[in-house]
């Protein structure tokens, strides 16, 4: 299944970029996840008609995607400004995340995982410019994220690991039901 990760973290060494990574590299036999960090020009209705040529190319990567996963932090309890503003460009003109599958992974060095900025994305996600389909309930949350690795700079959170197994099958079910 052809699947476009969007990371909510433009850092270098962002954790929700190595996540993505992860999740990539252990589920290559089932999603080929090509990962997507927005950094895109801050939207604005005078520009819309005639988008940067890194909106295009964003959008088109979605569009033609089976399925996308966010991978995001929390910023102040919220999205990222970065993420909400490619998912702004997404609910105009071409509203290339209508109906598709989504689901969200998010890790913060809080202790609550990005559980508030996930209930955030899923309301954005819901609004009619974006009718995206989330995927429901399987939340995953990633707390403390910094205490995750090792010292290979490996991901090795097994509590984590073991639920993404079932979600990332949940996904594809639910997925293979809609089409
Ligand atoms: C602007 C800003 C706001 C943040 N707000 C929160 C927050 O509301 N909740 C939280 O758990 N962590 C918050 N953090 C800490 C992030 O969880 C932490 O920096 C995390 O590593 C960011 O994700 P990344 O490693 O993928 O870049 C914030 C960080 C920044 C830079």
């Given at each position: 299944m052809e699947i476009v990760a969007i990371v909510g973290s433009l850092r270098k060494e962002s954790y929700n970029l190595k996540i993505a990574k992860f999740i990539k590299d252990r589920y290559k036999d089932k999603l080929n996840i090509e990962i997507l960090?927005?950094?895109?020009?801050i939207f604005n209705e005078d520009i819309e008609k005639d988008p940067p040529v890194e909106v295009i190319d964003f959008k088109e990567k979605i569009k033609n995607a089976e399925g996308v996963l966010i991978v995001s932090p929390e910023y102040n309890h919220s999205i990222p400004g970065g993420l909400k503003n490619a998912l702004d460009w997404c609910s105009?003109?071409?509203?290339?995340?209508?109906k598709k599958p989504v689901f969200i992974v998010g890790a913060s060095?809080?202790?609550?995982?990005?559980a508030r900025s996930q209930m955030d994305l899923r309301t954005v996600l819901n609004s009619p410019g974006l009718n995206a389909f989330v995927l429901p309930s399987n939340l995953v949350l990633i707390p403390?994220?910094?205490?995750?690795?090792?010292e290979k700079d490996e991901f090795v959170d097994e509590r984590t690991i073991k639920y993404l197994d079932k979600v990332v099958d949940n996904f594809i079910d639910w997925r293979m039901k809609m089409s």
């Amino acid at each position: 299944m052809e699947i476009v990760a969007i990371v909510g973290s433009l850092r270098k060494e962002s954790y929700n970029l190595k996540i993505a990574k992860f999740i990539k590299d252990r589920y290559k036999d089932k999603l080929n996840i090509e990962i997507l960090i927005p950094d895109l020009p801050i939207f604005n209705e005078d520009i819309e008609k005639d988008p940067p040529v890194e909106v295009i190319d964003f959008k088109e990567k979605i569009k033609n995607a089976e399925g996308v996963l966010i991978v995001s932090p929390e910023y102040n309890h919220s999205i990222p400004g970065g993420l909400k503003n490619a998912l702004d460009w997404c609910s105009r003109g071409d509203r290339v995340l209508a109906k598709k599958p989504v689901f969200i992974v998010g890790a913060s060095n809080g202790n609550v995982g990005t559980a508030r900025s996930q209930m955030d994305l899923r309301t954005v996600l819901n609004s009619p410019g974006l009718n995206a389909f989330v995927l429901p309930s399987n939340l995953v949350l990633i707390p403390n994220v910094q205490t995750l690795f090792n010292e290979k700079d490996e991901f090795v959170d097994e509590r984590t690991i073991k639920y993404l197994d079932k979600v990332v099958d949940n996904f594809i079910d639910w997925r293979m039901k809609m089409s």
